[in-house]
């Protein structure tokens, strides 16, 4: 699966920050996915609550060479393309949100002491 790291992704990012890089950005917006982590050597990405880990693999080296160019100056950083190739990527459509169904709850009433002012006339 080829990942396209955009001049936008690059605007968004934020250097040095493994969840919010340049090819997190990407791949998050890819995979429409809650979380993805993007170190030196690998790649992690997270389901949508960011408790388990759904994907990891190590990090191609076109992207390796990405992040140090983004991590150094990231104005000079240009887009750029790379492969996943694996197969154990997770689905590319996200499912559908669960729809909760919360039942209503009687409001008990409360009683709030309050301070009287005093009128004065002028």
């Not at 408790?51 to 140090?68: C, D, H, R």
């Not at 950083?77 to 197969?87: A, K, M, Y």
Request: net charge positive; aromatic share 6%; glycine share 2%.
């Amino acid at each position: 699966m080829k990942i396209q790291v955009t001049e936008q992704d690059i605007i968004d990012g934020r250097v040095r920050k493994p969840d919010r890089c340049a090819i997190a950005v990407a791949l998050k917006r890819t995979f429409k996915i809650g979380q993805a982590e993007v170190t030196y050597s690998q790649i992690m990405l997270w389901d949508e609550e960011q408790t388990s880990l759904v994907y990891s693999t190590e990090i191609p080296s076109e992207a390796k060479k990405f992040i140090g160019r983004y991590d150094r100056c990231k104005r000079d950083t240009q887009p750029i393309e790379f492969e996943l190739n694996d197969e154990n990527l997770p689905p590319l459509r996200r499912q559908p949100p669960q729809v909760l169904h919360l039942k209503p709850v009687a409001l008990l009433p409360i009683s709030v002491p309050v301070k009287k002012k005093e009128l004065v006339e002028v």
